[in-house]
């Protein structure tokens, strides 16, 4: 049975009909492949909103807080029956693949911790802007051009894998006390494409491997395995290019 990108994804989202659902779930059920997708997709929908629902409910700061008197246009009356012909009329724009969404839900993990670091003084100076994008600053940029992966006590910042992505970058998964994720190497630093909140270790030791967040997005980016420690010399000798 076929199934194609957006059924897939629009049966993860919770649209389809009962007896399209049906079909779907049978289809994933039958393919390991379709079932490792959902579970990726899930994996990072529900990383997400583990790190980040507890930020979106604190109560702004009253030093953030800015009131301003507007004048509402009068509110226009639509129709809504016209507005659901029209729209039974029109065919469905097409869904992007996992790969894509997974990039999405990076991007918005990265606008939220960047704006959560910017409010918290005690937030370690990892992830900054720059200018085309946010750069790895300080003990991470350290970490990434100079320690290779598991190296026991390496520090503030620990590097998990090192691989190739499918644009043919290095890219490194990392760890510290209260943030991880993924970067790659862009000119003579490294471009963050994931960030996410990390709770911090009782006993102070670092996770030999990305949490579940991290994971499902290098899945989603790795072109082949991820290096072995020769590869990985090898890439530090030249540079990470």
């Known amino acids: 049975m076929t199934i194609d990108d957006a059924a897939l994804l629009a049966w993860l989202d919770g649209e389809l009909s009962a007896d399209e ?16 997708l959902a ?13 980040f629902d507890p930020i ?21 009356v639509t129709d809504l029956a016209a507005v659901r012909a029209a729209r039974a009329g029109q065919t469905s724009p097409p869904r992007r693949w996992l790969p894509q969404f ?19 003084s005690g937030a370690p100076g990892l992830v900054v802007p720059g200018a085309g994008g946010l750069q790895a600053a300080g003990p991470l940029a350290i970490a990434l051009d100079t320690q290779l992966a598991a190296t026991p006590d ?20 990392w760890q510290a006390e209260r943030q991880e994720g993924i970067a790659c190497r862009a000119g003579d ?3 963050v494409t994931a960030a996410l909140a990390r709770a911090s270790q009782a006993d102070g030791r670092y996770r030999m491997a990305s949490g579940p967040g ?13 290096f072995n420690a020769a590869q990985e010399q090898a890439a530090r000798a030249l540079g990470w290019r």
Not at 39 to 51: G, S, W
Not at 214 to 226: K, N, R, S
Request: aromatic share 2%.
């Open 39 to 51: 579970d990726a997709h899930r994996a990072v929908a529900y990383q997400l909103r583990a790190e």
């Open 102 to 120: 997974a990039a999405l839900a990076a991007s918005l993990a990265i606008g939220l911790l960047a704006g959560r670091a910017s409010l918290d």
């Open 189 to 191: 630093g490294w471009a």
């Open 56 to 76: 979106l409910a604190e109560t702004v700061p009253a030093r953030l807080q800015v009131v301003t008197e507007v004048t509402l246009p009068a509110a226009a």
């Open 214 to 226: 991290v994971a499902a997005l290098v899945d989603t980016m790795i072109a082949g395995e991820p």
């Open 21 to 36: 659902a049906a079909r779907v779930s049978a289809a994933v059920s039958a393919d390991p492949r379709l079932s490792a």
């Open 154 to 173: 390496a520090g503030a910042v620990q590097v998990a894998i090192s691989f190739r992505d499918s644009q043919g970058r290095v890219c490194r998964s």
